[in-house]
């Protein structure tokens, strides 16, 4: 499974991030994540520990760290 997917208007990438557990943590990560320029969608799965992301181009994964970070969970890297 690839984690980064390119169509002809966005790019969909899957994270994994450690450390959440519920609806919260999936919201928090989703909103510190949807601040990111480009940013159009975010879906957190507390189960998984997946965050798939749609954006216009491909996002910086320092600034996905730090929003990741500022959530208060940590960016294991990509799915």
Do not use: N, W
């Not at 997917?5 to 966005?10: G, N």
């Not at 959440?20 to 928090?28: A, F, R, T």
């Amino acid at each position: 499974m690839t984690a980064q997917t390119d169509t002809s208007d966005t790019v969909t990438t899957v994270y994994k991030v450690s450390g959440m557990s519920c609806g919260h943590c999936e919201g928090s990560v989703s909103a510190e994540i949807s601040a990111l320029p480009g940013v159009s969608s975010v879906k957190a799965v507390a189960s998984t520990g997946e965050v798939t992301v749609v954006s216009a181009s491909p996002l910086d994964e320092e600034a996905v760290r730090a929003a990741v970070d500022e959530a208060g969970f940590e960016l294991a890297g990509r799915a």
